[in-house]
Structure formats: C-alpha cells, structure tokens
C-alpha cells in the first residue's frame, strides 16, 4: 500500500511539475520530460502493465491540465509505457547509461504526440522541430533522468 501511494505522489508530481513549474526553467526553450521519467522507471521495474498503466494515469493526469486535447496524453503515455516494458527485458536496467538512453528515446517518441496533436504541427516542418526541440529535450530528459532516476528508484521501489 505505501509503495502504491509512493508511485501515485510521483505520477502527480511529474506531470505539476510538467505542466506549470518546467517551463519557467527551461533553458533555450529545452524543456526535460519528467513524466517520460516516471513511466519508464514504472516499466523498467515492474514490466509492461504497470508501465501502460502508470502512462496512462500520468497522461489522464496531464489531459486535464490540457483538456482541449483530452485523450492524447493518455494515449501517449500509454504507448510509451508500453515500449518501456517491452524493452525492458532488451536493456541492462540496472544501469544507469541504458536508463538514461531509454529515456531520451521514449521522450522523442512522446514528442511525437505533443508534435502532431497538441501543437497542430505539420509532417513537412517536423524535421525542423525534431533538430531545434526534439534533439536537445531529449538529451536534457536523459541528463535529469541519469541523476534523479537512483534517487526516485529508491524513495518509490526502496531497491539499489
């Protein structure tokens, strides 16, 4: 039961801190994805359930703070989640490089949706998107996932 409540204080604090307290931080307009952050430690521990699950809440979570797209967070989420538990028997979890990589690379997936469903974008000015935005988030979620990850994984799994 605690550690149900750990990982639902961590669902909505990433997706607070996503919607309103990141934007003020982030510099060159790179903005790190701390929700991508909490689904993939949720699938890497746990496996593919609970990381479509926890994407799932963490993206209902996030339609409601941007509900004129009601249900593309959650979808988006849910996808990521499940890429994360599908890749989670593929990757070394246990270290910190392959988490860090994991993550950059599902931030890139989740930009996908904000791209196309949130912004309005367009395929022919994504590349443009991909090389100013989506590159440099991705890298930036990467960066903060390698120093919180260990911290988080802790706290919510009490494991490491």
């Known amino acids: 039961m605690i550690k149900i409540i750990k990982i639902l204080s961590l669902i909505w604090l990433a997706v607070?801190?996503?919607?309103?307290?990141?934007?003020?931080?982030?510099?060159?307009?790179?903005i790190p994805n701390f929700?991508?952050?909490?689904?993939?430690?949720?699938?890497?521990?746990?496996?593919?359930?609970?990381g479509v699950w926890t994407g799932l809440l963490v993206g209902f979570l996030a339609d409601c703070y941007h509900p004129s797209t009601m249900?593309?967070?959650a979808f988006g989420g849910?996808?990521?989640?499940?890429?994360t538990g599908m890749a989670r028997?593929?990757?070394y979890r246990e270290q910190l490089l392959s988490q860090a990589a994991l993550t950059a690379a599902l931030a890139l997936v989740?930009?996908?949706?904000?791209f196309f469903g949130r912004d309005g974008g367009t395929l022919s000015s994504y590349p443009r998107y991909f090389i100013r935005f989506g590159l440099?988030?991705?890298?930036?979620?990467?960066?903060v996932a390698a120093?919180?990850?260990?911290?988080?994984?802790?706290?919510?799994?009490?494991k490491r």
Do not use: C, H
């Not at 989740?110 to 904000?114: E, I, N, P, R």
């Open 16 to 30: 607070f801190i996503q919607s309103s307290i990141v934007n003020i931080i982030s510099p060159w307009g790179l």
């Open 71 to 73: 249900g593309l967070f």
């Open 136 to 143: 440099g988030s991705a890298v930036l979620t990467a960066l």
């Open 35 to 50: 929700m991508v952050i909490v689904i993939a430690l949720a699938g890497l521990k746990e496996g593919v359930s609970s």
């Open 89 to 91: 028997d593929r990757i």
């Open 78 to 83: 849910t996808v990521v989640g499940y890429l």
């Open 110 to 114: 989740y930009q996908l949706f904000v």
């Open 147 to 158: 120093i919180i990850l260990p911290a988080l994984e802790r706290w919510a799994y009490g």
